[in-house]
């Protein structure tokens, strides 16, 4: 089906025909839409603003069947009221579309999204939370705009550390032994309880054992030269690290594709040619050893150049090269257009200096976009960063599991007819949805509180009084029965009936929106401000009690667009939809 004009682009294409200019249209309180333009067109030509907004009244369409009446207010403002059949005959064509008359990119790109980066044979915690809810949700957005989307997952698999924990396996080399009955969860916690143990036992030996620690050196050095030993034992650490990381993400309800992982090892190859490239173009240069890049605008507090340091002086490579190695790698071999990083905002200055460096040696052209979305930090109800009683890191499975609990209890409370079962499938969507919505209903910069109690709460803006309104009408629909919905343009609407679907024909620009600037929080406040509307019009407006079945069926509809449009709309933030709460 061919993509649906929306009610303010039509309007806009209306009152610019008859203006001559851009009317800068935008919502408002004083009518359904208000133009400005008359203001800046008046001034250039030098005419009286209200009587060019008169002259622009009388060029609109005699008996046009979009807008129903239009007034000039204070200095020229232009009020606009859409007329009712426009709202419903709109509707109804949204209604007829799979996508909801949101319209593909016309010309899809190629994008990789960099987020959702664990660290091999360490335990996942709060901090990578956002960064995978977040990228998961601007994959989905991406994705249904119509962009080709690469996912990558840039796990911490590679450094010095991996000696000391593949020795100490080497010399205990049943220390990763799988047990015969273990199967999702269960596996996931068993992988990590035998990479913690394995851990904490090689650490314990590596600060007491000289001659381990020797051994340990030589053992890193062996694995940056491929060693065929060295390399299978670390790839039971990735190996056994990824069945943690996948039973984490399941209970997320995130999905980690093993193709998507491509960690630091996978660019383990190109650091040299990096290094000798940036080296021989004279972008880095040599200091004190080390290969470095600097900036005039980046300097420390005692006024000296910060530099970038691709190179350390004894030869290792630092976090800059294995980036800078995979923007070479997205640019030339993906043939990406836009590379996108979703890393917490203490990295700002790491990319800035990757993406200057880029630019200089020519990996990053002006086809190229290649922007960090920093987030902000997850806080408990101190206003610190969010931490254990004991003031450890909290584990990111801990944080699921208590929000999963603390939604059953709510459901429970309020669903007593619900078998154990199906309050412990509705626990896990209402728990993660919680979750999940709290961090994106916040701008990406902002750091928030991690509250449950706000999180599982049937009021307020929270994903649980969104899915209890998608609940709610499912509930609708079932009772209705044989009555089937059905749009009347010809009956006149309620202002509760309005103002719904007046937001119900914004969910294409939004995602437009969304998907230009990558702020998943805008699509989080429209769909909140949906369910707001829905509530005061289902309180205003009876539905299976309306007066005549052309009403009926015309709530119907309006009820059954709203529940496609919240369901879409969640689904692409990573939320479920409960058909009953």
Not at 51 to 63: D, F, I, R, T, Y
Not at 324 to 340: C, E, P
Request: with cysteine; proline share 4%.
């Amino acid at each position: 089906m061919a993509s649906v004009n929306s009610l303010s682009a039509s309007i806009q294409q209306r009152v610019a025909d008859a203006l001559g200019a851009d009317p800068l249209l935008r919502r408002s309180d004083r009518a359904d839409f208000q133009a400005n333009g008359v203001l800046g067109l008046a001034k250039r030509n030098k005419a009286n603003p209200r009587e060019l907004a008169a002259q622009v009244v009388e060029a609109l369409p005699a008996g046009d069947e979009l807008i129903a009446s239009v007034e000039v207010s204070g200095p020229g403002f232009l009020n606009i009221t859409v007329a009712d059949a426009a709202i419903t005959r709109t509707l109804a064509a949204r209604a007829a579309d799979d996508r909801l008359g949101v319209p593909a990119k016309a010309a899809p790109g190629t994008t990789v999204i960099d987020y959702a980066q664990p660290n091999v044979a360490k335990e996942m915690h709060v901090g990578h939370l956002r960064s995978s809810v977040i990228g998961d949700a601007l994959v989905k957005i991406l994705e249904f705009e119509g962009e080709t989307v690469i996912r990558r997952h840039h796990i911490g698999d590679w450094g010095t550390q991996f000696g000391m924990l593949i020795q100490y396996l080497v010399e205990h080399p049943h220390e990763l032994d799988h047990g015969a009955s273990e199967a999702g969860e269960e596996a996931g916690e068993a992988s990590m309880s035998r990479l913690n143990r394995l851990y904490k036992a090689s650490r314990t030996v590596f600060d007491a054992d000289e001659e381990f620690k020797t051994r340990s050196r030589k053992r890193v050095v062996d694995l940056q030269a491929g060693d065929p030993e060295t390399l299978a034992m670390w790839q039971r650490f990735v190996d056994e690290s990824k069945i943690y990381f996948n039973s984490v993400y399941d209970k997320l309800d995130i999905e980690i594709r093993d193709e998507d992982v491509v960690g630091e090892s996978g660019y383990n190859d190109m650091l040299v040619e990096t290094c000798k490239l940036l080296e021989e173009s004279g972008v880095a240069v040599r200091s004190n050893g080390a290969l470095c890049v600097f900036f005039d605008d980046v300097k420390g507090k005692d006024g000296e150049p910060v530099p970038l340091i691709v190179q350390k002086a004894d030869g290792g490579f630092g976090y800059a090269a294995t980036d800078l190695s995979a923007i070479r790698d997205r640019t030339a071999d993906l043939h990406a257009d836009t590379l996108l990083y979703v890393v917490d905002s203490r990295q700002a200055l790491h990319f800035k200096m990757v993406f200057e460096t880029a630019r200089r040696a020519g990996w990053l052209t002006n086809e190229v976009t290649a922007l960090h979305i920093p987030f902000g930090t997850l806080l408990g109800k101190d206003g610190k960063p969010y931490k254990t009683r004991s003031g450890e890191t909290f584990r990111l499975v801990d944080l699921l599991d208590e929000a999963v609990e603390r939604a059953a209890t709510v459901i429970r409370e309020k669903s007593s007819e619900l078998t154990d079962e199906e309050v412990a499938d509705r626990a896990k969507e209402v728990g993660i949805g919680a979750i999940k919505y709290a961090d994106l209903s916040t701008s990406l910069g902002r750091d928030y509180v991690f509250d449950l109690d706000r999180m599982v709460s049937l009021n307020g803006d929270t994903s649980v009084y969104l899915q209890y309104a998608y609940a709610r009408i499912q509930s609708i629909l079932r009772k209705a029965g044989d009555t089937k919905p059905a749009a009347h343009p010809e009956l006149p609407l309620a202002p509760a009936e309005r103002a719904l679907g007046l937001l119900l024909d914004e969910f294409a620009e939004t995602l437009a929106g969304v998907s230009e600037t990558y702020e998943p929080h805008k699509l989080a406040s429209y769909l909140y401000a949906l369910a707001s509307a829905y509530t005061t019009f289902y309180d205003q407006c009876p539905v299976l009690k309306a007066e005549t079945p052309q009403l009926r069926e015309n709530r119907l509809f309006l009820c059954d667009l709203t529940a496609r449009t919240l369901r879409q709309g969640m689904s692409l933030l990573g939320i479920r939809t409960p058909e009953r709460l």
